[in-house]
């Protein structure tokens, strides 16, 4: 997979050459580049942002930057491209798209700051013969800028592509699957710990009942969990 974030603050993807991801950046699993937008712009002030259109408070970000820098960027990747714009007004990131974005070959983030990109940069990928165009956001509140969530997409992208992570049967067996089931409770040693005990049926060896301890443990947690919102 190869992947392309712009943003003007590509130092945020340092993170990228930690962990697992680093990993598979090494083994050339995943290409990853960072893209200053700034490179895009053509006066020594290095604008990329200007008033908004019909008044109101804060900055826009002017198209013609991410124009070319998405251009550029284009010109890095074959074929289809996702491109993938993050803003709070996007549809809400979650695991049915993370497997889905897991499956494509060429991703391209464009992190937008201040009070949002340019309308018209959308409604011109939108149309791109070579561009599936997606608004996204990771959740119900605001953030600075779309780095952070990028970053939050990328790694819940490349952990499924095969080889990222290390146990695949942890993919299987994993917290927020479709259907939204969160995991069992797990423990290790030592047995007791502050007086607490680990439960006995999972030192029993009783591989059935074991199984059957930690469904209905993941059902509680999550009827919990769905109470407390
Ligand atoms: Cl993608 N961007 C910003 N600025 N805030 C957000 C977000 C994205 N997702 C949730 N909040």
Redesign the pocket.
């Known amino acids: 997979m190869k992947i392309t974030a712009i943003s003007i603050f590509p130092e945020y993807f340092a993170a990228t050459k930690l962990s697992l991801i680093g990993k598979a950046i090494d083994s050339k699993l995943i290409e990853f580049a960072p893209i200053d937008l700034r490179e895009f712009t053509h006066d020594n002030h290095k604008t990329v942002d200007d008033t908004p259109y019909g008044g109101g408070a804060g900055m826009v970000m002017k198209p013609e930057p991410w124009g070319e820098a998405i251009d550029s960027s284009l010109n890095r990747h074959d074929g289809i491209v996702d491109l993938i714009i993050?803003?709070?007004a996007?549809r809400t990131f979650n695991q049915e798209l993370a497997n889905k974005f897991a499956q494509r070959e060429n991703l391209i983030f464009a992190c937008?700051r201040y009070e949002g990109i340019d309308a018209r940069v959308a409604d011109f990928y939108r149309g791109h013969q070579r561009v599936r165009l997606h608004e996204?956001?990771?959740?119900n509140?605001?953030?600075?800028?779309?780095e952070v969530?990028a970053l939050v997409m990328i790694e819940a992208i490349t952990r499924l592509i095969p080889g990222v992570i290390g146990n695949p049967d942890s993919l299987l067996e994993e917290s927020h699957n479709e259907i939204g089931e969160v995991e069992y409770p797990v423990y290790t040693k030592p047995a007791e710990w502050r007086g607490l005990q680990v439960p006995e049926v999972l030192k029993s060896g009783n591989h059935g009942e074991i199984s059957n301890w930690r469904r209905s443990e993941a059902k509680r947690r999550s009827n919990s969990l769905r109470e407390s919102e």
């Open positions: 993050l803003t709070p996007g937008g996204i956001s990771i959740g509140y605001v953030l600075n800028g779309g969530a």
